[in-house]
Each structure stands twice: as structure tokens, then as C-alpha cells.
């Protein structure tokens, strides 16, 4: 099978098509055929070998044979079934996440069906479905479960534009909230349609100056920091980061003399997201942004548009012509 891999960290370039054998159905796994998959920043910052403390897990001087071809969101149909599975059948239309085992920017990808794998939603293209996984089960494991945004409340979204911050904002919205974002103004009226009825220009303005009080400040994007969202945060208030590992310190700190708190974690067992993502794609209420498409061969290319921190919503790979 044709798949895009790195054997050393370093700039796009890296990235090389190669020729790899089918992997092997074990017992309990499916082997999914790829239709569409997506590049996201975590994957770029990977491939750089960033953070630098990431490469204990990652490998110190390159990656590790099991992270050389990368793609974490995925979706297609199941071309095979190992002993023992239950929950899929032969040509089911399936979207997941493969977590610490990446591998989807490949023709074919086996994976354990426990693992955060769902059926696709009808009506939902190929695309569509990779671009709803990670960044929709992130924004609700941060908006759901640790901040339980609940109606009359107000959230901030920093990085609303982006794929984490698209359905952020929309969550957030469906959850009851009030809902201000921060991007740039070239992307505010998006975020507008989306469900902000304030959106702060961060080229133009600071939004810790506002005067605004949030009960949920949501960094996306890893630009901001506890000390400086303070003034913005609500007595109770959380401010949640996707990444940030001086956070986490933070977080420890705020839990013992109270007040506003840093909650932060790793959202890797998607399986209720995925199924709250089911329900609103279904129900008409989801909307998908997808920014750009690029066939698996351009692979490299992607990873230097999303490089730049200027993509809006999703990167989509296509690998066949049914991904849509």
C-alpha cells in the first residue's frame, strides 16, 4: 500500500511516499481502507520534534518506527475483520481516531475496534468525517467534561477558526452559553456564523483588557497563558489549555487556594464524543469547516499551509476518489 512517512523530525520536506505492506488483522482489530484523513498542528509539531521533551515518547534522536508514518483522524470503510469482532461488518462506513498509534496518512490502517471507532453518520462525505473527529471530541472533552459548561454561562474561545476552535464555539453554543471567540478579523465573520456574538480581533486588540468576565477561557492554540486571561476569568472561573505544560503546575497551584482554575488534560477515549458528534451531525446542527483539500502525494504540501497557523477549520488528505 502507498503510504507518507518520516524517518527523521524536521521541516515538511521530510516527509517521503513509500511502498509498506498491508498491515496485518489481528484478533480484535479491523483494517480500515482509508478514503480521507487530515494534517492537524498537533502532527506538524510532531514531525518537528516539538516540544522537545515530547521525544521521550516520540524517540530521542528520531522518531520511533511506530510514529514514522503519522495521521491521527481517519475515515473510511472496513476492508476486513480480525477474530473476535463484534461490533463491525464488511464495507461499514467508520471514522476514529487512532491516538498514540497515528498511521492514517496510509492507504490502510488496522485498529483494535475498542479503540475510538465509530460508524460515520449518513449524508456525512469521507472528508467530512475525518475533519470532525479530533477537533470536535477535544472541544467537548474540554467544554464537557472539565469546565461543564451549562446554560446562561459565558466561554471565550481562543483560536476560534481554527479546527479545535470551530467547534468550540459551536459546542459551546449547544451547550446553552455565550459565546465571544478571538482570531484574526479575516476570520470573524466565520466565527460570527458560527455562534459568536462577540468576536475580538487579536491583531487590533487585547482581549484581557475588555472588561469582559468568562466563566471558560478555551486557549485551542497554546497562545495565551493563566497569568494573563486572570483579569478576564470569572470567580470560579476555568481556564482551559490544550497545551502548555507550565499549566499543569498551574493547575495544582489554583486547586489549593482556589478561585479561577487551570483544568487540562489529553482527550484519548473519544467513544461518548463520537457519539455526541453522531447526534448532531444528524440533527442538522454541526457544521464542518473544511479550508483546503490535497491528495495523499501532497502531503508534504499540507503540512506547509498548516505550518504557517493560518488554516481555517480543517486540512483534509484525500486518498481516494470517494472521499468527497
Known amino acids: 500500500m502507498r503510504a507518507v512517512m518520516f524517518r527523521e523530525y524536521g521541516p515538511p520536506s521530510v516527509l517521503t511516499a513509500v511502498d509498506v505492506p498491508v498491515p496485518e488483522t489481528r484478533p480484535g482489530q479491523v483494517l480500515v481502507r482509508v478514503h480521507a484523513t487530515t494534517v492537524t498542528s498537533a502532527e506538524c509539531g510532531m514531525r518537528r520534534g516539538e516540544p522537545r521533551w515530547g521525544r521521550v515518547i516520540l524517540g530521542l534522536r528520531r522518531p520511533r518506527k511506530g510514529i514514522r508514518v503519522l495521521g491521527l483522524e481517519f475515515a473510511g470503510e472496513v476492508a476486513a475483520t480480525g477474530a473476535g469482532v463484534r461490533r463491525f461488518s464488511l464495507g461499514d462506513r467508520v471514522f476514529g481516531f487512532t491516538g498514540f498509534g497515528v498511521g492514517a496518512n496510509a492507504e490502510y490502517k488496522a485498529i483494535a475496534e475498542r479503540a475510538s471507532v465509530a460508524p460515520m453518520p449518513a449524508g456525512l462525505s469521507y472528508a467530512e468525517g475525518a475533519a470532525s473527529v479530533d477537533g470536535f471530541t477535544t472541544a467537548y472533552y474540554f467544554l464537557h467534561d472539565l469546565a461543564n459548561v451549562r446554560p446562561g454561562q459565558k466561554v471565550l474561545v481562543i483560536g476560534a477558526s481554527g479546527s479545535i476552535g470551530t467547534y468550540a464555539v459551536q ?14 478579523g479575516r476570520n470573524a465573520a466565520l466565527v460570527t456564523s458560527l ?10 486588540e ?3 483588557t475588555s472588561g469582559e468576565s468568562y466563566d471558560a477561557v478555551f486557549d ?12 478576564v476569568l470569572a470567580r470560579n472561573g476555568s481556564y482551559l489549555p490544550t497545551t502548555g505544560l507550565v499549566n ?8 489549593v487556594t ?15 464524543a463520537l457519539a455526541k458528534l ?28 498548516v505550518d504557517t497557523g493560518r488554516k481555517v477549520g480543517n486540512v483534509v488528505i484525500t ?3 470517494q472521499a468527497g
Open 195 to 204: 455562534g459568536a456574538s462577540r468576536v475580538h480581533d487579536y491583531t487590533v
Open 248 to 255: 499543569n503546575v498551574l493547575a495544582v497551584r489554583t486547586a
Open 319 to 321: 486518498l481516494t476518489e
Open 258 to 272: 482556589g478561585g479561577p482554575r487551570v483544568r487540562t488534560g489529553m482527550s484519548v477515549r473519544k467513544h461518548a
Open 171 to 184: 459546542l459551546a453554543r449547544h451547550f446553552g452559553a455565550e459565546v465571544h471567540g478571538v482570531c484574526s
Open 206 to 208: 487585547d482581549f484581557t
Open 278 to 305: 453522531c447526534e448532531l451531525v444528524e440533527a442538522g446542527e454541526l457544521r464542518i469547516v473544511i479550508d483546503r483539500r490535497y491528495p495523499l502525494a501532497d502531503l508534504a504540501e499540507a503540512h506547509r499551509y
Open 220 to 231: 485551542t492554540v497554546g497562545r495565551s497563558s493563566f497569568e494573563a486571561c486572570r483579569p
